[in-house]
């Protein structure tokens, strides 16, 4: 009826609550639209950020790593920018953020950007290069909010991946469910594949042939590759929880992967992806 509407618009307007039928689950109010930048020469600071999409333990840190060596490259810790939130604590300043020309999402863009770019400008370098792996399930919000940014997909072999993350943290999960928690990373970082432009990279072919790839990365960027790269680890890079990875950057050097596992070796629940991404044929 047209008055429970109108006691319900009024509840919600002055106390935030509303009236619900019995036994019906509330509905989930809607999130603000994720929009591009209106005007992206003054919503946006970055000039086309790069950002490292990969699965947990795929060697994202070794490639941050050797990025980060690079001139023109930031290659910073971790950030979660995208853990950031905007709220209105009045309805008054929603009103006056929307006739800027904002909503909730819009400033949350303003804030990832200016935070980011803060950590740029102190780094003294051109782009940079934001590997949280779990961006990768929020490529969509990413894109949008920088329309030119530039987007790197780390591989490694699925079961490589799954075992990795099971010895980061044996207490804390199984070999069978450090398999399945990865799985999510892996099909998160394959659907930003099927749907955003991008460099693809092997974490097996960047251990054997750290310059060719690394040669291939920077032409992606347009950038002029630099020998320094390959020796990374006389710059302070050494972060917690690396891993596989802790020696690599001790020495500066590039070591070889390990060995690939055999078809048997590899769960069932990652034969599918193993495929996918051409390591079961």
Not at 33 to 51: G, I, K, Q
Not at 84 to 93: D, G, I, Q
Not at 118 to 137: C, H, M, Q, W
Not at 205 to 232: K, Q
Request: contains cysteine; positive net charge; glycine residues 4%.
């Amino acid at each position: 009826m047209n008055w429970q509407r109108k006691v319900n618009k009024a509840l919600v307007r002055f106390t935030g609550f509303q009236i619900e039928r019995a036994g019906k689950e509330p509905s989930a109010p809607p999130g603000p639209e994720v929009r591009p930048p209106a005007d992206p020469l003054t919503d946006r600071l970055l000039e086309a950020p790069v950002f490292l999409l990969s699965p947990v333990r795929s060697g994202s840190t070794l490639l941050r790593s050797i990025l980060n060596a690079h001139s023109a490259l930031h290659a910073p810790h971790e950030l979660h920018v995208r853990r950031l939130k905007v709220s209105f604590e009045t309805n008054l300043a929603s009103k006056a953020m929307a006739a800027l020309g904002h909503n909730q999402a819009d400033l949350e863009h303003l804030l990832w950007d200016r935070v980011l770019h803060r950590e740029l400008v102190r780094s003294g370098k051109r782009y940079i290069v934001d590997k949280t792996p779990a961006n990768a399930f929020a490529y969509q919000r990413i894109a949008t909010c920088w329309p030119d940014a530039r987007f790197i997909f780390l591989l490694r072999h699925p079961a490589s991946i799954a075992t990795s993350w099971h010895e980061a943290s044996p207490d804390k999960r199984t070999a069978d469910e450090a398999a399945l928690d990865a799985l999510r990373y892996m099909k998160a970082v394959q659907r930003a594949r099927k749907a955003l432009p991008g460099l693809t990279v092997k974490y097996e072919e960047l251990s054997a042939e750290p310059e060719r790839v690394t040669r291939e990365i920077c032409a992606f960027l347009d950038l002029e590759w630099e020998p320094e790269m390959l020796s990374y680890g006389k710059q302070t890079v050494i972060q917690k929880g690396l891993g596989d990875w802790r020696d690599k950057i001790r020495t500066g050097t590039v070591q070889p992967a390990r060995e690939l596992p055999a078809e048997h070796e590899i769960p069932e629940a990652l034969k599918p992806i193993s495929r996918t991404w051409g390591y079961l044929s």
